[in-house]
């Protein structure tokens, strides 16, 4: 189900659209990789393969991150009941248990310090992004978004 721009506005002001782990291609693909290994006995091959290229003696540690990979896929937004980033959000589980549709309705939200796991990914965007939030409306704020991912700012 395509998720609209009210859905994919996560409670601590995130935009599920652009989460890396939304709707995750890389995921997927690490999926096929772990069926194509499975499927031709990959690592029978590498065992062999070994004595003559010794990388492939980490595959058994790329088979354990595509699994961790694999597994990041989230695809319903946390505001439309899915786990979101875990499913032990404390900022999630604090919302709901206020009766909140989000963290712009709280009037703690700038002291607030249950945002602090967010920041090494999302540096200041979500709080940034619930100022937003209250200032143009849960249906429109979402042109006004700060980028999602630091890295992505361009300099
Ligand atoms: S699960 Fe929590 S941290 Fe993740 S998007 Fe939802 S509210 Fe934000
Ligand atoms: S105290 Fe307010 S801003 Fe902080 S997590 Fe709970 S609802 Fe959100």
């Known amino acids: 189900m395509k998720q609209n721009e009210r859905e994919l506005t996560a409670f601590c002001g995130l ?5 890396i782990r939304y709707k995750c291609r890389a995921s ?11 499927k031709t006995h ?3 091959y590498a065992h062999v393969k070994r ?3 010794e990388e492939f003696e980490n595959l058994n540690s790329l088979i354990s991150l595509l699994k961790v990979i694999s597994e990041i896929k989230c695809s319903t937004p946390c505001r ?3 786990d979101g980033c875990g499913g032990t959000c404390e900022i999630k589980k604090c919302a709901l248990s206020k009766k909140f549709e989000g963290c712009w309705e709280c ?3 700038e002291q607030c310090n249950k945002f602090e796991f ?3 990914f999302h540096g200041n965007a979500p709080k940034n992004n619930l100022r937003k939030i209250k200032q143009y409306g849960l249906d429109t704020w979402s042109s006004h978004r700060e980028q999602c991912y630091p890295w992505l700012t361009k300099k």
């Open 42 to 44: 990959f690592t029978k």
């Open 118 to 120: 967010l920041k090494p």
């Open 107 to 109: 009037n703690e939200c």
């Open 80 to 82: 439309s009941g899915g």
């Open 15 to 19: 935009y599920c659209g652009d989460c």
């Open 28 to 38: 997927d693909l690490a999926n096929e990789l772990l069926h194509e290994i499975d």
């Open 51 to 53: 004595t003559h290229m």
